[in-house]
């Protein structure tokens, strides 16, 4: 069954530094997501991407947020210049149908700011 | 705004007990309705989805959930736990309107089944 894949599986950066994580979305799939969980909080919505453009973002994908698809098959979150209060496991999820569709999710990447 | 509350932080249960978790949500609107699960050190995965139609839908590995309107609730019910259904899981909604999918999730219930 194919799945939704991230890469790394752990990340440990200092603050101010940039990271970027790597999703690779299940290939048919058109709707593309990142989500985050900081420890013992709610998942929450980030950013959804659609037809090469951002479609929907929470007011947590501020600036220092970017999403990327560089070619057919990654999606990329850059974090431009991490804070401490980044450190959250970072989910990307994709879908082929939008609302109508359910999202799967990568195993995620925990993202550490030292 | 959207917001789905899962009333259980943390549930205990003996093998064989009955199973039920609360979820309900906050918008008037048409929604979607997923029971996300997250074994130990895997990702989420799909236990079961509402869209439309039977308000009781079944999902994999026995469970169900029973969407209720009037009481804006999605609750996840199991006759039978097993030890392997030790896990968290995940109520998530999202609005048909206005929305591009992104999925609103309650905090989460710890389940812990004892042998």
Not at chain 1, 1 to 30: A, D, K, W
Request: hydrophobic share 35%; charged share 20%.
């Amino acid at each position: 069954e194919p799945e939704v894949t991230q890469t790394p599986s752990h990340q440990v950066t200092q603050m101010g530094q940039e990271v970027i994580l790597r999703c690779v979305p299940i290939s048919n799939h058109l709707y593309f997501y990142w989500y985050r969980q900081i420890l013992g909080q709610k998942v929450e919505f980030l950013v959804s991407f659609y037809n090469n453009e951002i479609s929907e973002k929470s007011e947590i994908f501020d600036d220092q947020f970017s999403v990327e698809r560089p070619d057919g098959s990654n999606f990329t979150l850059k974090i431009r210049s991490t804070k401490l209060e980044d450190s959250a496991m970072y989910f990307c999820a994709s879908g082929a149908g939008g609302t109508r569709d359910t999202q799967y999710f990568g195993p995620g990447t925990r993202l550490t700011v030292l | 705004a959207q917001s789905v509350s899962q009333h259980n932080h943390h549930v205990i249960l003996s093998e064989a007990a009955s199973l039920e978790l609360g979820c309900n949500y906050s918008y008037g609107g048409t929604v979607n309705l997923f029971w996300y699960v997250q074994y130990p050190g895997q990702h989420l995965q799909l236990l079961l989805k509402y869209f439309s139609g039977d308000p009781l839908v079944k999902g994999i590995k026995g469970f169900e959930a029973e969407f209720i309107k009037s009481k804006f609730s999605f609750n996840l019910r199991k006759p039978s736990v097993q030890w392997s259904d030790t896990a968290e899981y995940f109520c998530a909604v999202n609005a048909l309107q206005g929305s591009q999918g992104n999925l609103i999730f309650g905090k989460g219930t710890k389940l812990s089944v004892k042998p």
